[in-house]
């Protein structure tokens, strides 16, 4: 991760992703509401400048020091690992152009991580990049990209998630747009 950091803290830049939808998520704007909110992997801010002011609380979290710096939030959360643990938890987590900077061995972890940062009722709201492994989109730039079938995503959330809503975008590089609740576990008497 320590790779990924180092990249980032030079290229979370939004005029380097300029071929993507700012705000993919339009018919989920009333999940910000009132919310606890934790944006993991902000970038610049371009999903943070259109909903911030929805939420109660907005807190963000990212690999990548230099990032964090760029906030003002109350609330922001260095991820050193996948097994950092804050001191919240949210009522929403969401990512944007994310998903595919986790490496597939790293995809169970990532999603755990996800839920163990929680409310027992929250949800994830996120994308799945566009991506043609033909070719060969986000390889090659050092920070270990990952082609992710939807059947791969699906089958990473299932452990800890619920899908509530599913959707393809596919245009500006957005692919898939999930929405997705903790899957509640219950002890057994």
């Not at 949210?90 to 990532?110: A, S």
Request: charged content about 25%; aromatic content about 14%.
């Amino acid at each position: 991760m320590k790779a990924r950091s180092e990249f980032w803290d030079n290229n979370y830049l939004a005029a380097q992703q300029s071929d993507s939808l700012a705000v993919p998520f339009e018919k989920h704007m009333d999940l910000f509401k009132g919310k606890r909110v934790l944006e993991v992997g902000p970038g610049e801010g371009r999903q943070f400048d259109a909903v911030v002011n929805l939420a109660d609380e907005y807190s963000v979290a990212d690999i990548s020091a230099k990032v964090l710096d760029h906030y003002l939030c109350a609330h922001k959360f260095l991820i050193k690992n996948y097994d950092d643990r804050f001191d919240q938890q949210f009522d929403l987590i969401h990512f944007w152009y994310v998903l595919h900077h986790v490496k597939r061995d790293e995809l169970n972890l990532f999603f755990k991580f996800l839920s163990d940062h929680l409310t027992r009722t929250g949800s994830i709201l996120f994308n799945t990049p566009q991506l043609d492994p033909d070719r060969n989109d986000y390889g090659g730039d050092g920070i270990q990209t990952t082609w992710l079938d939807l059947e791969d995503i699906q089958g990473a959330l299932d452990q800890n998630f619920v899908i509530m809503d599913i959707e393809n975008i596919n245009r500006n590089a957005t692919g898939w747009v999930i929405w997705a609740g903790k899957r509640i576990k219950f002890r057994e008497v």
